[in-house]
């Protein structure tokens, strides 16, 4: 069985499995499901050889063990990977969000522009209703106020009347489909603003008020997240340990590494999402500012004056509206990232139904819960010396300012624990340092793990990736395999790259890499240019003509000064020359007898005749 042959019989799989979910009341997506087919082909437990052929029992071992898995309720490790997929297809970059909001209100505002430009007017009663619809679509693009609104209808039609008099929708209406778009988006963008001033001008607070700056929700769930990250964790370093006194007692470890590997996806969601959020904090910052600033221009400017040259105020209006609007983008992008973040909710619900706060914290009676601030805060237990690194590059901390900011391998969590522990999740603490193997940086939770990584780095990389093939969502948790899933990071996380190394060098250019080209005929004088263009202006009214016309009687007198040919002479040289004479040879007796006797006469004549 090749390759192809292989892959179509895993992708019918994924079909008949997706339907046979679908029957069982569990809807899911071909993306989870051919993630967990291979994820159970790949799991060694299984005793599936991918080089080999699947024969017609493996096919059948093979249905049952991911149907199983499919169907299983109450299961984290499958909320995790619907998790995932989730967030891959809900969450991008930051700029593509802001786009997508840009795209839905031009496309709700669509059939109300198109009803506008497309309008055909022949009453008034006509022209009554479509200026009612410019002023309805005025507010509804700026989301200035409410169009159900009678004052601000009456406000923003009023701020219409001093822009476009409804004498002059006449003529709006004669423009082109393309200039009438572009026409009502500079009114709405002055109108806007207009209606803007005024509303600041009776009190300036309520621009502010509009647009809560609020990201709390995301907080509290990132810090109930990380609480329950730390009772996990701190429940599994008891239970993994060999002289554990919790050995005798029935607690599912299993289930609990996957409500661990859950919540720490859960939890590296949340601080993307709060990422995001603090910036769009910090951009609504700025451009509140940057409109109260506009605003105070604008009272400046129309201060105890009656009249204001449009041409003075209409720019100022249209840069308050679009502040406004920057203003509401960045609000919607903050409702966006708060609405993933209660979609999340949902894929938490199996593991807090397995182990309910009240039968953790039984659990955890008299232990200390440790949360990763308080395990990277400890004191660490002595300097990792480089002289001990010797088949690995140890970066120390002190050597670069920016070796937190390093991407690091296993999204930061410690490799040697995760193999010599059993799957237990501890965050690298990079202040011990970093470690650099073939180009990849890796951080670990104490000094001994770090030495015992080094001692075998391509072993431990090697488990650390067998051990997750057993448990599919840490593929992507430890991003081993981002191509079923891929989302883009936020501009905070995105930006841990590899540090520049830097190093002395040297480059040498030519003085003059491109040719240089004097151009003769260049004039820098405007008026010399004038000339020649007046100059080949009425070349154009000229007229040329080969014979005698009736006109040419008319013709002006004109006189031509010319120097006449002097009689000169010279001597050349002669050539001359003769045919030398061609030879010529006559022959008889050629033919004949056998016995003829041949004779050669020449008759090549003489030189000297």
């Known amino acids: 069985m090749d390759g192809l042959q292989k892959n179509n019989i895993l992708k019918k799989m994924t079909q008949k499995l997706q339907l046979q979910c679908a029957g ?26 991918a080089d080999e052929a699947l024969t017609e029992e493996d096919i059948q071992k093979l249905e049952e063990l991911c149907l199983n898995k499919l169907t299983e309720r109450c299961s984290p490790s499958l909320d995790t990977i619907k998790m995932q997929e989730y967030f891959g297809l809900s969450y991008t970059s930051r ?21 506008i430009t497309d309008s055909r007017l022949k009453t008034r009663d006509a022209f009554d209703a479509l200026y009612c619809k410019i002023v309805s679509y005025i507010l509804q693009r700026s989301s200035v106020s409410s169009p159900a609104d009678a004052d601000s209808v009456n406000q923003a039609k009023a701020a219409l009347q001093s822009v476009l008099p409804p004498a002059e929708l006449a003529a709006f209406m004669a423009l082109l489909k393309e200039d009438k778009e572009q026409q009502l988006d500079e009114l709405t963008r002055i109108v806007a603003g207009i209606c803007l001033f005024n509303k600041a001008s009776v009190n300036e607070k309520c621009l502010h008020e509009t647009f809560p700056v609020s990201f709390e929700g995301i907080e509290n769930e990132l810090s109930a997240s990380r609480r329950l990250v730390g009772k996990y964790t701190t429940l599994l370093e008891e239970l993994l340990q060999p002289d554990s006194r919790r050995v005798g007692r029935d607690v599912p470890v299993d289930l609990l590494k996957q409500a661990l590997y859950n919540a720490r996806q859960h939890e590296a969601f949340l601080k993307i999402l709060l990422s995001n959020a603090h910036l769009c904090a910090s951009c609504m910052g700025d451009l509140q500012m940057k409109l109260s600033a506009q605003t105070n221009l604008l009272k400046e400017s129309v201060k105890a004056k009656r009249a204001v040259h449009s041409a003075k105020v209409f720019p100022l209006f249209k840069a308050l509206a679009d502040l ?4 509401q983008e960045e609000a919607e992008l903050l409702k966006v990232l708060h609405t993933i973040m209660l979609n999340l909710q949902p894929f938490t619900v199996a593991q807090a139904e397995l182990f309910p706060a009240e039968y953790l914290d039984g659990l955890l009676e008299g232990s200390e819960v440790k949360t990763d601030q308080d395990r990277l805060s400890q004191p660490s237990d002595g300097q990792i010396n480089l002289a001990e690194m010797t088949t690995c590059e140890w970066l120390p901390p002190e050597t670069d300012a920016s070796i937190s900011d390093l991407s690091l391998q296993f999204n930061g969590f410690c490799g040697y624990t995760f193999v010599c522990r059993d799957g237990l999740l501890l965050p690298g603490n990079p202040k011990l340092g970093v470690l650099k193997h073939e180009g990849k940086f890796y951080a670990f939770s104490s000094r001994e793990a770090a030495l015992e990584f080094a001692s075998r780095p391509d072993d431990f990389i090697a488990e650390v990736e067998e051990r997750a093939k057993g448990s599919p969502e840490l593929l992507h948790l430890f991003r081993l395999q981002q191509r079923d899933f891929s989302f883009e ?17 040297g480059t040498q250019t030519d003085v003059h890499p491109v040719e240089t080209n004097v151009v003769r005929t260049y004039e820098w004088n405007a008026w010399e240019l004038r000339r020649k263009a007046i100059k080949l202006a009425n070349l154009l009214t000229k007229a040329t003509h080969s014979t005698q016309t009736h006109a040419s009687s008319m013709r002006r007198e004109n006189a031509t000064q010319v120097w006449l040919p002097k009689d000169a002479a010279s001597q050349c040289k002669r050539d001359a020359g003769s045919n030398v004479p061609r030879p010529q040879v006559y022959l008889t007796g050629l033919r004949g007898q056998r016995d003829a006797q041949v004779v050669k006469i020449d008759l090549t004549r003489a030189v000297d005749e």
């Open 24 to 49: 069982r009341g569990s809807g899911l997506s071909a993306t989870v499901v051919a993630l967990m087919v291979k994820s159970v082909l790949s799991d060694p437990k299984n005793s599936f050889n």
């Open 324 to 327: 406004w609007c920057g203003l």
């Open 489 to 505: 990071m936020c501009p905070k996380e995105n930006s841990r790259v590899k540090p520049i190394t830097k190093c002395e060098s």
């Open 95 to 115: 700029f593509q969000l802001l786009k997508e909001i840009q795209g839905a209100m031009e496309s709700r505002m669509s059939p109300l522009m198109t009803e």
